[in-house]
């Protein structure tokens, strides 16, 4: 499975984003898609998933009612919609991919194959 994550960039505190992730090869056995997001000196956090097949979703609190996340199955597309963007933010947006069925969605470690980043960066 190959992840293209696409759709940051530099916007100022209150406007809005819409990441995707798109997806390619063996899409058929992905269980979960993540979104994760790293700023600079910290830790990568977790901050939403979709599971493929029934669109089942989940959120960080830190990110509940911002953030929608969504997919298009035919595009074989993760969308991460961000709202009422705030300086706090910025990061390094990744997507991620889980084949396996796991209990624990938040983890980085469930998830197999990760795309490239896109930046956003939020100014006040």
């Known amino acids: 499975v190959q992840l293209q994550a696409s759709g940051g960039g530099l916007v100022q505190a209150g406007d809005s984003l819409r990441l995707s992730c798109a997806a390619s090869?063996?899409?058929?056995?992905?269980?979960?898609v993540g979104w994760f997001r790293q700023a600079p000196g910290k830790e990568r956090e977790f901050v939403s998933y979709?599971?493929?097949?029934?669109?089942?979703?989940y959120y960080a609190d830190s990110v509940k009612g911002r953030f929608t996340i969504s997919r298009d199955n035919a595009k074989n597309t993760v969308y991460l919609q961000i709202d009422s963007l705030k300086p706090e933010d910025t990061a390094v947006y990744y997507c991620?991919?889980?084949?396996?069925?796991?209990?624990?969605?938040?983890?980085?470690?469930?998830?197999?194959?990760w795309g490239q980043g896109t930046q956003v960066t939020v100014s006040s």
């Open positions: 991620a991919a889980g084949l396996i069925v796991r209990v624990e969605l938040r983890s980085p470690d469930s998830y197999d194959y």
């Open positions: 090869g063996r899409t058929s056995s992905i269980y979960a």
């Open positions: 979709i599971r493929w097949r029934n669109g089942i979703t």
